[in-house]
């Protein structure tokens, strides 16, 4: 619902405003980990205009795609039971955000809605409960929702998130 503004290097859609960052726990060994399960999903929307509505795209289903295809590159795989990792993201839409910008004309800040998205992916080592890994994208909202843009953008940035996967 929110962060599906990513794409693919090869791709004509745009992902320079997308802004990727991970980060693992230093003390964990990353290659330790085989298995996940999914603990949640939550995602928060507010478009209060309804400026953005996407009614033909399942980015959740979108999003759990894209990090399971990430996971299985990295030797993780879903488990039923009994897993070494736990799986949870939270995707965010903000169509109101504001944001000062410099008008040129007048070398003056300017108060302007800028729509933004972001999108976090938590691993959580099972054994202990803590975070071990986390990667977060941040971008700014297309306001004309496009399914396969979103996608595009989605894509990117989970791609980039877990290339930052810290083996």
Known sequence: MFLFSLLAACSTVSTQDI????????KVNLEGYHSYIWLGALGVLN???????????DLAGDIKYLIDRELRKHKIFGAKEEA???????????MDAMQLKNDPETQVDVLESVPKGALVVTL??????????????????????????ARERLDYSISTMYAMFDF
């Open 19 to 26: 802004k990727v960052e991970a980060e693992a726990d230093p």
């Open 47 to 57: 478009d209060p205009e309804e400026k953005w509505q996407p009614t033909d795209v």
């Open 84 to 94: 070494d990792l736990g799986v949870a993201y939270f995707l965010g839409v903000d």
């Open 124 to 149: 959580v080592d099972m054994k202990t409960g803590y975070v071990v890994w986390l990667g977060s994208a941040k971008a700014n909202i297309i306001k004309q929702f496009k399914a396969e843009v």
